[in-house]
Nanobody, 121 residues
Framework: QVHVEESGGGLAQPGGSLKLLCSVS????????MGWYRQAPGDERDLVAN???????NYDDSVKGRFTISRDKAENTVSLQMNSLKPEDTAVYYC???????????????WGQGTQVTVSS
């Protein structure tokens, strides 16, 4: 059974920093991309950043230059360093992991339960 666990959310002041951590265990196949999404009340779940198996990163324009995603492939963990936080960064942040069956190319997506990030003075 796949287990995706996030930690590190909380309350930060505008301009402050938080670091989110995510660990993945129990996947049957090797993990390809890992990433972070966020969802604010009334909004859809949107990509914040992801990182491929070869380390290529992709960021939403709203977080470029402020957030940094990194990954430890050996440990199946991914982190998101969030600096210069803004009130509009307030959302539930979800970790995602994509794995693939090498036999037929079927991809599997696993999600964590989410961790709340609140940016407020």
């Amino acid at each position: 059974q796949v287990h995706v666990e996030e930690s590190g959310g909380g309350l930060a002041q505008p301009g402050g920093s938080l670091k989110l951590l995510c660990s993945v265990s129990g996947t049957l196949f090797s993990i390809n991309a890992m990433g972070w999404y966020r969802q604010a009340p009334g909004d859809e779940r949107d990509l914040v950043a992801n990182i491929s198996n070869d380390g290529k990163t992709n960021y939403d324009d709203s977080v470029k230059g402020r957030f940094t995603i990194s990954r430890d492939k050996a440990e199946n963990t991914v982190s998101l360093q969030m600096n210069s936080l803004k009130p509009e960064d307030t959302a539930v942040y979800y970790c995602s992991a994509e794995s693939e069956d090498p036999e037929d190319g079927t991809k599997y997506y696993n999600w964590g339960q989410g961790t709340q990030v609140t940016v407020s003075s």
